[in-house]
């Protein structure tokens, strides 16, 4: 890895439904991170690089920003969250049981089909500068397993 990156002026966090069984919040938080990281605009400010071992084999694709994983009691604290992350234009990605049953076309026409207050959220996913971040997320504590 190079030195480039030295101050971090952008952060990662993951909030969880702590509620959600452990295997399907891992396969929810793996598609939020893809998602998020394949819309997000500027790509930079995600800072992948790739580490380097005493063989010289790469390992490639790490972020080098920091990535917290926070968890909220319930699906509404969630819904409360990524409406403040609309209202404040921060990018995110989300994660529902509607995207978990069937396939994708199945997925998405459940989506369509539910109002947005009955969805049950199992995380957001959020790319941001680091006090905005923190200031939105600091009601929730750090993830317990």
């Not at 890895?1 to 793996?30: E, R, S, W, Y």
């Not at 994708?104 to 459940?110: K, M, P, V």
Request: proline content about 3%; glycine content about 6%.
């Amino acid at each position: 890895m190079d030195n480039q990156f030295k101050d971090f002026t952008h952060k990662f966090v993951a909030v969880l439904n702590k509620k959600i069984p452990a295997g399907n919040l891992m396969n929810a938080l793996g598609h939020m991170s893809v998602g998020l990281s394949a819309s997000y605009p500027d790509m930079s400010e995600m800072r992948f690089d790739k580490y380097l071992d005493k063989d010289g084999g790469a390992h490639n694709s790490i972020s080098d920003n920091p990535f917290i994983i926070l968890q909220a009691d319930n699906s509404n604290k969630i819904r409360t969250l990524r409406n403040s992350l609309i209202e404040k234009g921060i990018h995110f990605t989300d994660f529902t049981s509607t995207m978990t049953v069937g396939t994708y076309i199945e997925q998405q026409q459940r989506t369509k089909e539910t109002p947005e207050v009955e969805l049950e959220y199992y995380g957001v996913c959020i790319f941001g500068e680091i006090s905005q971040v923190n200031e939105l997320t600091k009601k929730f504590s750090l993830w317990r397993s």
